[in-house]
């Protein structure tokens, strides 16, 4: 089977996955199914740390027994909980992720990086919950803009790709791609905007604000493979390699974009 039918039929499955769920699971069924993502993800991340075998399963059973506890746990006060996730999670995305690639860190603390690892995936699974609570159409919505540029970047740097985006993190991304994504993703925010009855020249900036957090979600994954000296996370996804390999660029969009719809929400 080919690279890319491998890679087409791996995505189907999931979508076939994700989207009913998205649709249909009651919010019980939806924080169990994510985290059971959280968790393999979660695994995957210690085994890049060179955690043993046995280390990274506890860690990543450990971060989705603690995504599950966290709402039962804070009770009243979970929504605060939830905010604060995500927002250290988007100032983590917004201001310290670019730091770690221009300065090329290689953070070689176990503990630093389970830290790094746990916060980022727990705040994934909060804003997923905060996204499925606000309804089907925006969490599908939000996913979407990470699909569409994915798969508008995929293509267009196969086809037009000459220049490198960060050949010594990431060589197969292309500033072709990245501009790819960025005119499917105007494409999408129009239509989204004709769709919802709301003029679409507000979402554009946002959308390209989240296509740059997608970008770096993805090429901070790339970076961290690169210093384990690992091409995958795993090889649970044919066509796409592990869970983490999967859900880099949701991880870094979807808490972002939970913060501005918060942020959104603050205002008078």
């Known amino acids: 089977m080919s690279g890319l039918l491998s890679r087409v039929l791996t995505a189907g499955l999931l ?39 046995a280390a990274a399963r506890i860690y990543g059973i450990a971060l989705a027994l603690a995504a599950l506890a966290m709402p039962v746990l804070a009770g009243a006060d979970w929504p605060a909980l939830q905010s604060g996730l995500v927002m250290l999670a988007a100032a983590f995305w917004i201001v310290v992720a670019p730091l770690w690639l221009l300065r090329r860190w290689r953070v070689s603390s176990a503990t630093l990086r389970a830290v790094v690892g746990g916060l980022l995936l727990l705040a994934l699974w909060a ?29 267009a740097g196969r086809r037009f790709g000459r220049h490198k985006l960060a050949p010594a993190i990431s060589p197969g991304k292309t500033w072709e791609g990245v501009v790819g994504a960025l005119l499917a993703l105007a494409l999408y925010g129009i239509a989204l905007g004709r769709f919802a009855g709301v003029p679409p020249w507000p979402l ?30 795993g090889a649970l996804l044919p066509g796409h390699g592990g869970v983490l390999d999967r859900i880099d660029a949701l991880a870094s969009t979807l808490p972002v974009a939970t913060g501005m719809l918060m942020w959104l929400e603050a205002q008078p």
Do not use: C, N
């Not at 996955?17 to 393999?40: C, N, Q, R, T």
């Not at 919505?141 to 798969?151: E, L, P, Q, T």
């Not at 740059?212 to 091409?231: A, N, P, T």
């Open 15 to 53: 979508l076939a996955v994700f989207v009913p769920a998205a649709l249909w699971a009651p919010s019980g069924l939806w924080g169990a199914l994510m985290a059971i993502v959280v968790g393999l993800a979660g695994f995957e991340w210690a085994r890049l740390g060179h955690f043993t075998q």
């Open 127 to 155: 804003a997923l919950m905060d996204l499925h609570a606000r309804g089907p159409r925006v969490l599908l919505g939000a996913a979407m803009v990470v699909w569409i540029a994915d798969s508008a970047a995929y293509f």
């Open 204 to 233: 554009l900036p946002l959308l390209a604000i989240l296509l740059y957090v997608s970008v770096l979600g993805d090429l901070f994954e790339s970076w961290i493979k690169r210093v384990s000296g690992m091409k995958d996370s």
